[in-house]
């Protein structure tokens, strides 16, 4: 990760370096492209993030995997236009070595490591440090160094009775496991409904009044709110989070975060309602004077949106309520840039990230399309 921007942008402009501003939009649409591609050339595919996803290659002949590898990389780069690196080995976690490896040296490997046999893990092992294992990361290294343990190879040599002791009980059990070629985590269903939601954003600058502060949260939960109409689920619980920085330098980076959360009387995906029991959390978390960075919804307590427990206290939302939500996603997901929005999430929201160097949405917006000729 870089530094902010700000605190290097002399030596940016100086030497001329191109800068551009975040681009969800851009960035989900070419995301989408690629597990859909994913998806067509390989019967089970797991999306595990918006650039990474692990394939199940059940039944594909040991003797032409790396054959089948480079198809892959290959129909999908000409497809999309996205350059992958594929990694293969037995279990999720040796995949993940054999993917790095095959990133690291685009020009031996072709963008693509395969690790089937004792002797091709080890010598991949050797290679990782032990803070690049998925799982370990810089805090966990530092422990696991104190035990002359460099490598993943290291690592994977460690008993179960000592990773149960000194890595997490079960989970550094399965640490070990899978280093070994033992598959322990499982492919997910691709299905599978998300056990919460959450949407956050760092602010465009500093927000010092509460009305700013609520407006972010109203949009955030919006965005929540449509992610879980779109899974047909509900939410029985709000946790609203806030970053600030109330050191006096801009230079002097020590955020704090608070956080609250409520139970909601009955689960729900209807955004008013959301919003009106998200309210009183803003109020509560605010504090008069302090710099927020950055806020955030979390939606909890998932339970399908057709099997909802009411609350005998509560009157239940009639039907229209519904579908006035659908039709207010169907005409912002044709229309974009929330043409039907809650008055509480603000009109001109001043505290959204600026992006001003965004590069265009050219594959989602008709007025963004890139010009060729």
């Known amino acids: 990760m870089a530094g902010p921007y700000y605190q290097h942008k002399q030596e940016i402009e100086k030497n001329n370096v191109a800068v551009f501003s975040s681009n969800y939009h851009l960035y989900g649409d070419i995301s989408w492209r690629v597990m859909e591609t994913l998806r067509i050339l390989s019967p089970h595919v797991e999306v595990y993030s918006v650039d990474e996803s692990f394939l199940d ?13 480079l198809f892959l990389k290959h129909t999908t780069e000409l497809w999309t236009g996205i350059p992958v690196s594929i990694g293969v080995a037995p ?31 080890m010598e991949a092992l ?21 035990f002359n343990i460099n ?7 460690m008993s179960e009775e000592w990773a149960r002791k000194n890595l997490g009980g079960v989970v550094g059990v399965r640490l070990i496991k899978e280093l070994r070629g033992e598959p322990c985590i499982e492919m997910k269903d691709p299905l599978e409904t998300k056990k919460m939601i959450a949407t956050t954003r760092m602010f465009g600058k500093p927000v010092y009044e509460v009305r700013e502060l609520a407006e972010a949260v109203a949009t ?25 920085n109330d050191y006096s ?18 689960a729900t995906s209807l955004t008013n309602l959301l919003i009106e029991h998200a309210m009183p959390l803003v109020d509560n978390l605010y504090r008069r004077g302090s710099k927020y960075l950055k ?42 840039n929330d043409v039907l929005k809650f008055a509480s999430s603000g009109t001109k929201r001043d505290w959204k990230m600026r992006q001003e160097l965004r590069s265009k949405r050219f594959t989602t917006r008709w007025d963004e399309l890139y010009k060729v000729r």
């Not at 290659?57 to 054959?67: P, R």
């Not at 490598?151 to 040599?157: C, E, F, K």
């Not at 519904?322 to 974009?336: P, T």
């Open 295 to 336: 806020a955030g919804v979390i939606l909890g307590g998932i339970v399908p949106d057709n099997a909802v427990q009411f609350n005998l206290f509560e009157p239940p939302p009639g039907a229209n309520e519904k579908i006035l939500m659908k039709m207010i996603d169907n005409i912002n997901f044709s229309m974009r």
């Open 57 to 69: 290659l059940t039944g594909i002949d040991e003797n032409k995997l790396y054959e089948y590898s």
């Open 220 to 244: 955030y939960i919006t965005r929540a709110a449509e992610k879980h109409r779109r899974q047909g689920s509900a939410a029985k619980n709000i946790t609203v989070f806030v970053v600030t």
């Open 91 to 121: 279990s999720k976690v040796l995949s993940k070595v054999a993917n790095r490896l095959a990133k690291k040296n685009k020009t031996g490997t072709k963008g693509v490591m395969i690790l089937q046999t004792p002797e091709q893990q």
């Open 151 to 157: 490598t993943a190879w290291d690592l994977r040599n």
């Open 249 to 266: 330098s801009t230079y002097e980076y020590k955020p704090a975060t608070g956080s609250l959360y409520t139970i909601l009387p009955f």
């Open 126 to 146: 050797q290679k990782t440090p032990v803070e690049d294992v998925w799982g370990v990361g810089g805090a966990g290294s530092k422990k696991l160094r104190l």
